[in-house]
């Protein structure tokens, strides 16, 4: 399995040992790229904090004054496409660069995140439950690709619409390269604006997607103690002491749960508030462009561009109601499983149980507003 390309977007056998950090794989490397996770090794740590500071430099505080600039410099040569382009670029842009502030601020709490994970692994010890959690670590990488591939796909494409059509796809304020002195020095600059661009769009797609990685390896979890609780005092080869043990190591898988949200909620916090302040106004800037200024092909890395905006909240804010389901239906399980005949001690510690998971598991954007589709339905 190892030697196959991409080897984590397929659901290894049991016979190979996968943990649920194998679900970040992908997205810690990327990280990596993105100067926000330095490697282990002292001197390689000094050598990786020069890269930390040129994507800083480069990424989050020269291309937002570069866009900035362009509209002073450059304001009358714009039509009203390249207006409209440049203006949802600009503003993605400068709320990209907050959350990769934030996303890079918390690169503590992930790696806290996966050690909770690590304890919740051992209880996973069937071959039903390891094989659970193996489709769900391949599925995460393959969702970290599709981000891949879609926000690669926008840059790409705007590059080559604006290009082709000898202009410059987003006219980013460029004091070094005059553009308009020859055909040279406009490939030249419009080649330099893509990958400068590119390396903004990575960090987006950075922050974009591991709330939703990490949040589907949460919902893995939470399957799994559902099916711990329906299977409470089944087994009738177990004595109501063993039984009660069961009942503790659920509590203590619950509890894990809610430090796992804790740990991730000020990061995803400041994330998605970000989104949802920007995604309406983007969104409109979008559509109007694409109906009534853009031209076949720079309307197609419009229209891409589009589909990314909503994927920055959609798909996250699907996931937290799935959450807010999952958190009910653990009480449900709890209520239903075999406990009335049990002992005065397990009775008492199910109600005490039952009554912490009833409370809703319920993420907040800003401490604000609820994430859930509702919200995104409101602020799109």
């Known amino acids: ?21 194998d679900a970040f794989v992908y997205i810690d490397r990327g990280m990596q790229v993105a100067g926000w996770i330095p490697p ?13 500071v040129i994507t800083t430099v480069m990424v989050i505080i020269l291309l937002d004054v570069s866009l900035l600039m362009s509209y002073f410099k450059d304001f009358r040569r714009f039509n009203a496409g390249q207006f409209l382009t440049s ?47 193996h489709r769900w670590v391949a599925r995460c990488n393959q969702v970290y690709m599709y981000f891949q591939v879609m926000y690669s796909f926008y840059a790409l494409s705007t590059f080559l619409a604006g290009a082709l059509s000898g202009q410059l796809a987003w006219r980013m304020y460029n004091p070094l390269i005059d553009a308009e002195a020859s055909k040279q020095h406009f490939w030249l600059a419009a080649i330099l604006e893509y990958v400068w661009m590119s390396g903004a769009v990575f960090q987006d ?57 804790s740990t991730l909620a000020p990061v995803v916090s400041a994330t998605i508030f970000v989104q949802f302040l920007l995604v309406g106004i983007v969104m409109g800037l979008t559509v109007i462009n694409i109906m009534f200024f853009a031209s076949f092909w720079t309307g197609l890395g419009a229209a891409i561009f589009l589909f990314d905006v909503i994927m920055q909240t959609f798909p996250f804010c699907y996931i937290c ?13 709890l209520f239903h499983s ?33 994430i859930s589709m509702s919200t995104n339905v409101s602020v799109t």
């Open 40 to 52: 282990a090794k002292k001197l390689a740590r000094r050598i990786y904090f020069l890269w930390t």
């Open 321 to 333: 109601n799935l959450i807010m389901d999952d958190s009910q239906e653990l009480a449900y399980c």
């Open 1 to 21: 399995m190892r030697s196959k390309p991409f080897a984590r977007m397929h659901v290894w056998p049991l016979t190979e040992q996968v943990q649920s950090r």
């Open 205 to 261: 797609q950075m922050a974009d997607s591991y709330p939703i990685i990490y949040f589907l390896m949460l919902r893995a979890h939470i399957t799994l103690l559902k099916q711990r609780l329906r299977r409470l005092r089944t087994n009738t080869k177990l004595t109501e002491k063993q039984n009660y043990a069961e009942l503790i190591n659920c509590i203590g898988d619950h509890r894990l749960i809610l430090e796992y949200c």
């Open 338 to 370: 075999n406990w009335l005949d049990a002992d005065r001690r397990y009775r008492h510690t199910l109600r005490h149980f039952l009554h912490n998971v009833q409370q809703p598991i319920i993420m907040t954007a800003g401490g604000v507003f609820i």
């Open 87 to 133: 203006l949802q670029v600009g503003l993605n842009c400068f709320g990209s660069s907050i959350k990769a502030c934030y996303t890079f601020a918390g690169i503590k709490r992930f790696s806290r995140a996966k050690q909770l994970l690590d304890r919740m692994d051992q209880r996973c010890t069937s071959d039903e439950q390891r094989l659970h959690m």
